[in-house]
T-cell receptor, first 113, second 111 residues
Framework: ETGVTQTPRHLVMGMTNKKSLKCEQHLGHNAMYWYKQSAKKPLELMFVYNFKEQTENNSVPSRFSPECPNSSHLFLHLHTLQPEDSALYLC????????????FGNGTRLTVT | RKEVEQDPGPFNVPEGATVAFNCTYSNSASQSFFWYRQDCRKEPKLLMSVYSSGNEDGRFTAQLNRASQYISLLIRDSKLSDSATYLCVVNKMDSSYKLIFGSGTRLLVRP
């Protein structure tokens, strides 16, 4: 398996549920990211990890909790979400470097009911 | 002013047409520039990096104008399969490496 894979592809959860999104990259990259894409809005950066260390938390509410156990895996733990959190959540990876493009997974489409 | 700004479109062009998109960015210190393509309900995919001297990849040409702080994407001989949203991406020069995405320009190529 190559590239960046995300699971699940679709997720429907109630506001009191707890769920986790998973991302795995097979590209040997050392940086991983979570982005949120809402309808008619640009991609919003949520979290950045470099060599497993969180280097960016873009003012994300605490109901989103990232975890990066190693350079290849990234999780996003979700709890007590709101309906406005419904969006496409995209994981990406890159080499650490100023001219490094991002490689995206195919995303998790989340609906909060 | 938005950090990265694009005309949302849509640009509706016939097959075979040449179409160009511009994107402006606010941070004069930015050094990395990319164009991504995103199909409906799919993830963004890198189309091409943008280099200072301009670069070409087949029917696609990207250019950078640092003085005016914009980048452009030119598509020649448009194909139906070029229909997508084109995202302009610029790095944010601060303590961590961040890429900032524009809202995208939608292109529709009609038969």
């Amino acid at each position: 398996e190559t590239g960046v894979t995300q699971t699940p592809r679709h997720l429907v959860m109630g506001m009191t549920n707890k769920k986790s999104l998973k991302c795995e990259q097979h590209l040997g990259h050392n940086a991983m990211y979570w982005y949120k894409q809402s309808a008619k809005k640009p991609l919003e950066l949520m979290f950045v990890y470099n060599f497993k260390e969180q280097t960016e938390n873009n003012s994300v509410p605490s109901r989103f909790s990232p975890e990066c156990p190693n350079s290849s895996h990234l999780f996003l733990h979700l709890h007590t979400l709101q309906p406005e959190d419904s969006a496409l959540y995209l994981c990406a990876s890159s080499q650490r470097g100023i001219d490094s493009p991002l490689h995206f997974g195919n995303g998790t489409r989340l609906t909060v009911t | 002013r938005k950090e990265v700004e694009q005309d949302p479109g849509p640009f509706n062009v016939p097959e075979g047409a040449t179409v160009a998109f511009n994107c402006t960015y606010s941070n004069s210190a930015s050094q990395s520039f990319f164009w991504y393509r995103q199909d409906c309900r799919k993830e963004p995919k890198l189309l091409m990096s943008v280099y200072s001297s301009g670069n070409e990849d087949g029917r696609f040409t990207a250019q950078l104008n640092r003085a005016s702080q914009y980048i452009s994407l030119l598509i020649r001989d448009s194909k139906l399969s070029d229909s997508a949203t084109y995202l302009c991406v610029v790095n944010k020069m601060d303590s961590s490496y961040k890429l900032i995405f524009g809202s995208g320009t939608r292109l529709l190529v009609r038969p």
